[in-house]
């Protein structure tokens, strides 16, 4: 069975980084881009980027870029979203998911991850 | 961008009705449109994608159209489980994805 499991939700300060993580179970990880995607409270969906285990190849949404950074350690089949230094307005809940393309986009998401900043 | 328009943003409806939704995309996308089903608390499930194929286990109450920058979502017979939030998305492999701003459906 396809799972994607997301670690636990976070309350951090303005200014502190994160490094939260979402892990594959049941396919080959290094097979699939998983994507990142961002739901700001009461808020619609946004693609942040996307990565591909198997050489690392990463993709930014242009409103984006710059602002965290996705990463992947194939070894243990965990993609990673970070930022090094949050603002209030990153409270959101985080989402991973699998990509299977050409044909099928997100499939498989993960449980979300709540993040919430605050001073 | 491609800019993704749903409308409505909110439908009122009851069990047993035919609902329709409808994402218009900025800019041509073939057939790279994908819908998702979002309850509260709860993260997306994929119901179609490529515009008209259902994702494996979904209802056949359900069903999508269009092509290049039209696209509907239908439910032939609302049912209970079906009261969520709706979102269309495009996965042109030349742009950056996009999702519509989605469409609450509650109940009438």
């Known amino acids: 069975e396809v799972q994607l499991v997301q670690s636990g939700a976070e309350v951090r300060k303005p200014g502190e980084p994160l490094k939260i993580s979402c892990k594959g179970f049941g396919y080959t990880f290094t097979k699939y881009w998983i994507g990142w995607m961002r739901q700001m409270p009461g808020k619609g969906l946004e693609w942040m980027g996307s990565?591909?285990?198997?050489?690392?190849?990463?993709k930014y949404s242009p409103s984006f870029e710059g602002q965290a950074t996705i990463s992947v350690d194939k070894s243990i089949n965990t993609a990673y979203l970070q930022w090094s230094g949050l603002k209030a307005s990153d409270t959101a809940i985080y989402y991973c998911a699998r990509l299977n393309l050409p044909m099928v986009p997100f499939d498989f998401w993960g449980q979300g991850t709540l993040v919430s900043v605050s001073s | 961008d491609i800019q993704m328009t749903q409308s409505p943003s909110t439908l009122s409806v009851s069990v047993g009705d035919r609902v329709t939704i409808t994402c218009r995309a900025s800019?041509?996308?073939?057939?790279?449109l994908a819908w998702y089903q979002q309850k509260p608390g709860k993260a997306p499930k994929l119901l179609i994608y490529?515009?008209?194929f259902l994702d494996l286990g979904v209802p056949s109450r359900f069903s999508g159209s269009g092509f290049g920058t039209e696209f509907s979502l239908s439910i032939s017979s609302l049912q209970p489980d079906d009261f969520a939030t709706y979102y269309c998305?495009?996965?042109?492999?030349?742009?950056?994805?996009?999702f519509g701003q989605g469409t609450n459906l509650e109940i009438k």
């Open positions: 998305q495009q996965y042109n492999p030349y742009s950056p994805y996009t």
């Open positions: 800019q041509n996308i073939n057939m790279w």
């Open positions: 990565i591909y285990p198997g050489d690392s190849e990463t």
């Open positions: 490529k515009a008209s």
